[in-house]
């Protein structure tokens, strides 16, 4: 399994620009999640998906901030207009809940709004 | 409100062993977690404990639960240069689902 895929790697923009981060998690999972990082907040979890279906978006910062998840294989996270302060690294994870839940990390995008 | 509490930063010489501390919120968490973040990847799953366990033991990795003092602990033994990263203690939020409440992560340092 090729693990939870992100896309792209890395992101710079300018300020206004919309900005579209990529997922695709690890065949099978039923859940989806979605983190920000930053050096100041730590790892924050924005928004969850249980079977493509948003269960917990109370993370997410602000309107300019909105996720889908239109099957099993695929979300998106978009920003609209991005800021200076949007600048982080966004993670996405997947996982099933089993015996003790684990989430498996993608590698993540590092997101720079000039 | 929930939050877990780690201390910043951690600094060993390599062969002694490292323990990094954590605070949890919520009493009612089934399993406490511990992740590792190596530089410029994402977190992975490092070990685990049920919550009706007071310690767990996996190869160089120790971890001890005090739940009434809701503190957990990562011990590293003869911890190694390759140990150096970011570890993050995580406990399991309240709501529907299984969403995790991580901590700030502590940054270990290991020393040659």
């Known amino acids: 399994d090729a693990g939870v895929i992100q896309s792209p790697r890395h992101e710079v923009t300018e300020m206004g620009q919309e900005v579209t981060l990529r997922c695709k998690p690890i065949s099978g999972h039923n859940s989806l999640f979605w983190y920000r990082q930053t050096m100041m907040r730590g790892l924050e979890l924005l928004i969850y998906f249980n079977n493509n279906v948003p269960i917990d978006d109370s993370g997410m910062p602000e309107d300019r901030f909105s996720a889908k998840m239109p099957n099993a294989s695929f979300s998106t996270l978009k920003i609209q207009p991005s800021e200076p302060r949007d600048s982080a690294v966004y993670f996405c994870?997947?996982?099933?809940?089993?015996?003790?839940?684990?989430?498996?990390f993608g590698p993540g995008t590092r997101l720079t709004v000039l | 409100g929930e939050d877990v509490e780690q201390s910043l930063f951690l600094s060993v010489r390599e062969g002694d062993s490292s323990v990094i501390n954590c605070t949890y919120t919520?009493?009612?968490?089934?399993?406490l977690y511990w992740y590792k973040q190596e530089p410029g990847a994402g977190l992975q799953l490092l070990t685990y404990i049920f919550s009706n366990m007071d310690m767990k033991q996996d190869q160089r990795l120790t971890v001890l639960l005090n739940k009434k003092d809701k503190h957990l602990s990562l011990r590293i033994a003869d911890t190694q240069t390759g140990d150096s990263a970011i570890y993050f203690c995580a406990e399991m939020g309240g709501g529907q689902g299984f969403s995790f409440i991580f901590g700030k992560g502590t940054r270990l340092l290991v020393k040659p």
């Open positions: 994870a997947s996982g099933t809940s089993g015996s003790y839940n684990e989430q498996f």
């Open positions: 919520d009493s009612s968490s089934t399993y």
